[in-house]
């Protein structure tokens, strides 16, 4: 009698990494168009209102972060098109793609560092009273 070993299936991790980078992606890309309305629309106010508005304009800078915002989604956007969605790639998009990540992520600091400023503030001080 002869005993055969099988290995047990295991779940493919690649996939379930990829669709986890390829939701970030989509985020990303959401968080970037995000960035270009409210750079648009709140930009100058932003930049003149005070020194913590300035935060989110990367120091008063609202026209510096519209144009990485704008970059940064229009490489994903292309990009997205270009690897079906961020499942498919080769190493010459998957530099253009860490490239986009890179000024999304510039574009969307100032607006990350504003919310984790105002949240850590309200936790730290409560509501303040007038």
Known sequence: ????????????????????????????????LM??????????WLDQSSRLTATATLGGHHVVVLGFAAAGFLMLAALALLTDGFTKTTPKLTLATNAACVVSVVAVAGL??????ALLGRLLFGKLRP
Not at 35 to 44: E, N
Not at 112 to 117: D, G, R, T
């Open 35 to 44: 960035a270009v309305v409210w750079m648009h629309t709140f930009g100058p």
């Open 1 to 32: 009698m002869v005993t055969m070993l099988q290995r047990m299936p295991r779940h493919n991790t690649a996939t379930r990494n990829a669709s986890r980078s390829a939701i970030g992606m989509w985020v990303l890309m959401a968080a970037d």
């Open 112 to 117: 990350i560092a504003f919310v984790l400023v």
